[in-house]
């Protein structure tokens, strides 16, 4: 017993001396630009201290911060309780949130959360992100990867070299890219400097940039390369879902049974429409069986395949073929059509609305929520949850306190929940619920609304909620047709008891 003690005592004050001399650098507003902006590569970590995961990185980031330390590699982080602006202002809104910085610009860091991986990644980072491609090694290079970049230039100083190594920089995580002044090698793949060319090992095996070259801008280049990124019609999976979903283009997907002798007929039948409509929606299909769950989610809710559905990923909304029907490569396209001539309206899910509103909290479903939220005489403060999410577990107690509080109020104000995986949002909504627990406070008045990203404590949520809110708090203070309560006075609230007022 005197040894484990003497152990923890000893781990502890060896944790202690760590935290003390820390090899990462604490960012405030003050600070961070001119930390920053300098430097030709950092990680930065936004994290709040109460975060089960950020508290799980700590340890590995202080080990990678003293590793990388020694090749000249800074790592940073923001406490976004106590920098709250400094995060909100980064558009922070989950944790820990990293990226990696060089000169004032960044991406997010996709790498490993061990503290091997955060160096290994890290160091990878500080590497060229442009290889020297010659007669010797272009034949291996150009095959390397799924997809790979080259440039060829008569000269590393002719156009589009900078722009084109501006775009290596900023994708590199992403593409393979190289860079050859060897004619040579440029009479290898066929063509005449200067031409970027990118080769594939899928559809079109090579492919040159069709547009003036010389003028060619980052912008150019990443959207060229991003569109040719994505097969005409591929398998989607946890492995490539990402590149579609920052496309920002439509997703339709086809779901199929991969046991079922006719999937490949299936998948063949719809890749002359996927490849009509390329650079418009892109088309993957996807495992039925597998993701029978993002199925439900996309309101597919028969076990019937194959069947096809049109998500819109950045408004979230789900346009799902009518299961009742045949699935043919001629309804398919009839349904893209509609849905790009705007004539398709999204299926919204919603569970049924209660017959009873008999907690502290409104219990808010799709339904409603144009009625309850929008509601124009109230001020709206909503939880987004997810029933399977252990923050929002936690958070539960608090904010059945905080609806206990305003519970007599409930004529001015709505404090209310809403299961986000069985609900969908409006299309009227101008956001989407991307991580859990989300908060949003609707002021009376207004159809905006306002980002929680504080503590969650209940006298921080109490806080904001007076900081915000448009319709006085005070029940003294009439209300709409209310009169002012006198002293002693006894109050009959929504409720229906009576309350004191003291």
């Known amino acids: ?243 579609y979903a920052s496309s920002g283009k439509p997703l339709a997907y086809l779901f199929v049974d991969p046991t079922d002798e006719k999937h490949d007929e299936y998948v063949n039948a719809i890749k002359p429409v996927a490849a009509k409509y390329k650079g418009k929606i892109n088309f993957v299909w996807i495992d039925a069986i597998k993701y029978g769950d993002h199925a439900r989610a996309l309101n597919l809710l028969e076990s019937k395949w194959p069947s096809f559905v049109i998500q819109d990923l950045q408004k979230q909304l789900k346009y799902p073929f009518d299961q009742s029907k045949d699935l043919t490569a001629e309804a398919a396209e009839e349904q893209v059509e509609l849905f790009l001539d705007h004539k398709l309206e999204p299926q919204l899910k919603s569970q049924p609305i209660p017959e009873v509103q008999d907690e502290p909290v409104f219990n808010l479903v799709g339904k409603q929520f144009e009625e309850i939220v929008l509601d124009d005489e109230r001020d709206v403060f909503v939880e987004f949850y997810a029933s399977w999410c252990g923050h929002c577990k936690r958070l539960k107690p608090t904010w059945d306190s905080l609806g206990e509080h305003f519970a007599g109020l409930k004529d001015r104000i709505t404090i209310a929940k809403m299961e986000a995986t069985e609900n969908d949002l409006p299309p009227s909504v101008p956001f989407r619920i991307s991580g859990f627990p989300t908060l949003k406070f609707k002021p009376a008045g207004t159809h905006d609304f306002i980002d929680y990203d504080g503590d969650r404590s209940l006298e921080s949520l109490i806080a904001f909620v007076e900081e915000n809110a448009k319709n006085p708090l005070d029940p003294k203070v009439p209300f709409g047709n209310s009169t002012p309560a006198q002293e002693g006075e006894q109050v009959v609230m929504e409720d229906g008891h009576r309350h004191e007022e003291l």
């Not at 994290?47 to 990678?64: D, Q, S």
């Not at 290898?188 to 090992?201: D, E, L, N």
Request: charge should be negative; hydrophobic fraction near 40%.
């Open 1 to 243: 017993m005197r040894v484990s003690r003497f152990l923890s005592s000893a781990a502890a004050l060896a944790f202690i001396q760590a935290v003390l001399a820390s090899d990462v650098i604490d960012l405030t507003p003050a600070t961070f630009d001119s930390t920053v902006n300098p430097e030709s590569l950092m990680l930065v970590e936004f994290f709040a201290p109460w975060c089960g995961h950020c508290k799980a990185l700590a340890p590995h980031y202080e080990e990678a911060a003293t590793a990388l330390k020694e090749k000249n590699i800074k790592l940073a982080k923001v406490n976004c309780v106590d920098e709250a602006d400094l995060c909100q202002s980064n558009g922070i809104q989950g944790y820990p949130t990293l990226r990696v910085y060089r000169n004032g610009e960044y991406t997010e860091y996709t790498g490993p959360r061990k503290a091997d991986g955060i160096i290994g990644y890290m160091t990878k980072q500080s590497l060229p992100a442009v290889s020297e491609v010659t007669k010797d090694n272009f034949d291996d290079f150009k095959t390397a990867d799924k997809l790979v970049a080259i440039a060829f230039v008569s000269s590393s100083t002719d156009a589009p070299a900078a722009e084109f190594s501006a775009t290596a920089s900023k994708h590199r995580d992403d593409y393979l890219f190289g860079l050859s002044t060897d004619p040579e090698v440029a009479a290898a793949a066929g063509v005449t400097p200067p031409a970027i060319v990118v080769f594939r090992s899928f559809d079109e095996p090579q492919t040159e940039y069709p547009y003036p070259i010389a003028s060619a801008q980052v912008k150019d280049i990443e959207t060229w390369i991003g569109d040719l990124s994505i097969p005409i019609i591929d398998e989607v999976g946890a492995d490539n879902y990402q590149t």
